[in-house]
């Protein structure tokens, strides 16, 4: 039986039906890693012993009629989340090798409910930049086409999707690491609000659509991408209204505020001397930011924010492009150390706006581009509402689906 890319919940099934067993299945995904990661790179760190005896105690559990929702279905940790019994390097040399000795509150949700941690996933430096390269593991490469890159900071994550190895693919995003690594790859990738709520039944929804955002280009690939799926939308009886509000009084504030976070580090000199230059130039940035300055860049952001979020009282969600071009070559965006952000602001524009407002947002796969590279479009819902996301992602899944869509390193 063919059990790469098989969804967690389909996984599960075949697991209480006894038609695969914890122990094949995690003997089988390691296999899978062994075949396909030394082209991609995708993992920091793998844990096959623990994860071999996590499949037998699971096993123990099925035949004494005690299994939980999730048992015996694999799962990755990006790099950035704490392992109780493994490193977590923060994707840099400046901690490679720490250990915590504490599992992140996510990772011990999913092994209480009987997943199987099956290793963690490479990041950027601290997970601060949109492609996942970094001094301590190098490039993970784009399955789709191995000299672009899979995006970040969770690149490592997606590459697992979209490659078949895991199902439930644990990520973060500050600033769009969810949903850029997620359109780069070709999958799909949730950024939860303040709140996740339930998935609600199918209603028409007013959705307004943009394509270009306060002057970036956009990439005319992308631009058909949302304009087709903004066509579907509307043939599943949707309203959909070109429309969008403007995010430019955001971008300072935020550049403020998401700096402060590596300032705030206590590192000795030697591990200073590890950061990557890029790295060493935010944190630099951050300990000359004043108190005050941080304090009034919080407060406009969070003002500008509300005022953003004024637009979703006329729609029920905005549909964008995820990035404004598919995913570029490994090594060339970002090179300035000292300008990077102007390469990454026109990149990113759909995605860093809603972690500042935040909106819950998805990645959506849409297609791909004429050259093969994967395209997402983005949906993004009012604050706390989630199911709205969801439920036009489920649409969108149904009537366009992607699942049997595999990359040439498959």
């Excluded at 920091?44 to 994860?51: K, P, V």
Aim: aromatic fraction near 6%; include cysteine; hydrophobic fraction near 40%.
């Amino acid at each position: 039986m063919e059990l790469a890319g098989l969804p967690a919940l389909e996984l599960a099934s075949l697991i209480a039906a006894r038609e695969c067993s914890p122990v094949e299945l995690i003997d089988a995904t390691f296999a899978r890693i062994e075949k396909v990661n030394p082209a991609v790179n995708a993992f920091a760190w793998l844990r096959h012993d623990g994860a071999m005896d996590d499949a037998r105690a699971a096993e123990k559990r099925i035949a004494a009629g005690e299994a939980r929702p999730l048992e015996g279905i694999p799962f990755t940790a990006k790099d950035l989340a704490a392992i109780a019994d493994g490193p977590t390097n923060l994707g840099s040399r400046a901690f490679q090798g720490q250990h915590l000795g504490v599992d992140a509150g996510v990772v011990a949700r999913l092994r209480d409910s009987g997943a199987i941690l099956i290793g963690t996933t490479t990041a950027s430096d601290f997970g601060n930049r949109p492609t996942t390269e970094s001094a301590i593991f190098g490039a993970t490469r784009n399955p789709w086409n191995l000299e672009r890159t899979s995006g970040g900071s969770s690149g490592g994550a997606a590459v697992s999707a979209a490659l078949g190895i895991a199902s439930l693919n644990h990520a973060s995003d500050g600033g769009g690491s969810i949903r850029i690594p997620a359109a780069s790859c070709g999958v799909y990738g949730l950024k939860p609000g303040s709140f996740l709520s339930a998935l609600d039944e199918r209603r028409p929804f007013t959705v307004a659509v943009a394509y270009e955002r306060d002057g970036e280009t956009v990439d005319p690939g992308c631009i058909a991408k949302v304009a087709e799926t903004a066509a579907l939308l509307r043939s599943l009886g949707h309203t959909v209204t070109e429309a969008a509000p403007s995010f430019l009084p955001l971008e300072q504030p935020y550049l403020v505020v998401s700096t402060i976070g590596i300032g705030v580090l206590d590192l000795t000199d030697e591990q200073l001397d590890l950061l990557e230059p890029r790295t060493r130039v935010i944190f630099d940035a951050a300990r000359e930011t004043k108190a005050v300055e941080y304090v009034r860049a919080l407060n406009e952001m969070h003002l500008q924010a509300r005022k953003a979020a004024e637009f979703f009282e006329e729609y029920d969600a905005l549909l964008t492009p995820t990035l404004s071009r598919p995913a570029p070559p490994i090594g060339e965006i970002g090179k300035d150390i000292h300008g990077a952000w102007n390469d990454y602001r026109n990149w990113l524009c759909w995605t860093w706006p809603f972690n500042v407002t935040g909106q819950p947002a998805a990645s959506v796969p849409a297609g791909f581009s004429s050259d093969g590279l994967p395209i997402g479009v983005q949906v993004v819902g009012r604050a706390a509402d989630e199911r709205t996301v969801l439920t036009l992602s489920a649409e969108l899944e149904r009537a366009r689906p992607w699942i049997d869509h595999r990359p040439p390193t498959w």
